[in-house]
């Protein structure tokens, strides 16, 4: 059957078929749609995971890394600002070599108002060793998506080289 849907849309009906049991989300445009229809899934029972509104892009990382920790599956979402503030964390959650899968919706950097799809926020991550999937059109996200799983929690992966 032939779904037509957004892109953050196809990335969250990729996460609730993942079934991750802990969901941390923080909203930031233009990745919001992607936290909201998550937390719809869990509040109508589709999606039994531990949906936590966290009070930053930083905790939202941090609790999936505690997550991560404790050897359950993670998810997050942000764009832009939200990633720069989380930056400390990812370069914790890389160097634990943790499988957090976290979509990252491309947003430009700059003043607020600026909404401009654009790499530069994924670009400052670069250097942390996550791995980074781009996708162009919403099919290729909510395959990204189910993948991105897959990949993380490979031991080849995961483990230290």
């Not at 078929?17 to 909203?27: K, L, N, S």
Request: one cysteine or more; glycine letters at 6%.
């Amino acid at each position: 059957m032939k779904k037509i849907a957004t892109g953050n849309k196809a990335v969250a009906e990729a996460v609730k078929q993942v079934r991750p049991e802990v969901i941390a989300a923080y909203p930031i445009t233009p990745q919001t749609e992607i936290v909201e229809q998550i937390a719809e899934f869990v509040a109508g029972g589709e999606l039994d995971s531990r949906y936590i509104p966290v009070e930053s892009e930083h905790s939202a990382m941090a609790a999936c890394i505690g997550a991560s920790i404790t050897g359950v599956r993670t998810f997050t979402a942000t764009s832009s600002h939200g990633l720069l503030y989380m930056h400390e964390m990812t370069n914790w959650a890389a160097g634990a070599r943790l499988p957090i899968v976290m979509a990252n919706v491309n947003r430009s950097i700059g003043p607020g108002w600026n909404i401009w799809a654009e790499h530069t926020d994924a670009l400052q991550e670069r250097d942390t060793s996550w791995l980074q999937v781009y996708v162009s059109t919403v099919q290729e996200a909510y395959d990204a998506t189910l993948m991105a799983f897959r990949i993380a929690e490979h031991q080849d992966t995961s483990s230290c080289p």
